[in-house]
Each structure stands twice: as structure tokens, then as C-alpha cells.
């Protein structure tokens, strides 16, 4: 009876032996499974990531790009401006009493038709000058910010 026990006990652990082990091997296989998910998911979002890395990138470029050439351009209109190369004028409203507060330029030659016009003292031409560079650094700013939300959320 001993012996006839202990066989069973034995030839059961066999049993179970076996069946643990398949449930291993079953349990490796669902992991191995599980992680290989797992890292084809982080390749496609790293490869995501890196994809919008180079649109940001290249987006910025460009806005720099058009920050730099804006810059460029408002310093040339300054230098002009000092030179007296150019001069800015503004023309002037007509008043219904023919009354004028400010003088008009004197030049009897001009492209500009129309309307009489007043020169713009060169520091004053300087100011507004300052102020629209200004803005529209403003603007390429607000539209990188704008390009850059467009790209994150593409």
C-alpha cells in the first residue's frame, strides 16, 4: 500500500511537472508576444516622434528665415532713411476750409499723383520704421507659434 502510494505520488508530480511546464512555456510565449508589441510600438511612435522632430525643425528654419530677411530688409529701409536716400511722406487730408497745418513738400518732380503730401521728419521716419519692424516681427513670431500647434497636432 506504501509503495503503491508513493508510485501515485510520483507518477502525479510527473503529471504536474509536465503540466507546469507547458503552462511556462505557454506564459513565455504570451510574454515574448506581449513585448514584441510592446517594442513595435515604441519604434513606431519613436519614428512618429522623429518625423515631427524634422517638420518642427524644418519649419523653424524657415520662419527664422523670414524673421532674418524681414530684419534685413527694415535695416536696409533705415539706412536709406539716414542716407536721405529716401524720404517718407504722408498725404495730407484735405480740409474743406483749405487750411493746411502742415506744409507740403515743395519738389516739383515726384511719381505720386494725387493729393498733397508732407515729408516726414527722418527721426520721426526712423520711429514708424522701428515700430513696423516691430510688428511684423510680432506676426512672424505669432505665425511660427501657429505653424508649430498645426504641426503637433497633424
Not at 16 to 39: M, R
Not at 74 to 80: F, G, N, V, W
Request: charged letters at 25%; proline letters at 1%.
Amino acid at each position: 500500500m506504501l509503495l503503491t502510494t508513493g508510485g501515485t505520488w510520483k507518477v502525479q508530480d510527473w503529471r504536474y511537472g509536465k503540466q507546469l511546464a507547458e503552462q511556462a512555456g505557454l506564459h513565455k510565449d504570451d510574454l515574448t508576444a506581449i513585448s514584441n508589441a510592446a517594442a513595435g510600438q515604441i519604434r513606431a511612435d519613436q519614428e512618429k516622434r522623429l518625423a515631427l522632430e524634422q517638420r518642427l525643425f524644418t519649419s523653424e528654419h524657415s520662419h527664422y528665415k523670414e524673421l532674418s530677411d524681414a530684419q534685413t530688409n527694415q535695416d536696409r529701409l533705415r539706412d536709406r532713411l539716414a542716407t536721405s536716400d529716401l524720404r517718407l511722406s504722408v498725404l495730407l487730408a484735405e480740409d474743406s476750409t483749405g487750411g493746411c497745418s502742415v506744409p507740403a513738400g515743395t519738389e516739383t518732380g515726384g511719381l505720386v499723383h494725387g493729393g498733397a503730401r508732407a515729408r516726414l521728419d527722418p527721426a520721426h521716419a526712423q520711429r514708424i520704421i522701428g515700430i513696423t519692424a516691430a510688428g511684423d516681427q510680432g506676426l512672424i513670431a505669432l505665425a511660427a507659434c501657429q505653424a508649430y500647434i498645426r504641426e503637433l497636432y497633424k
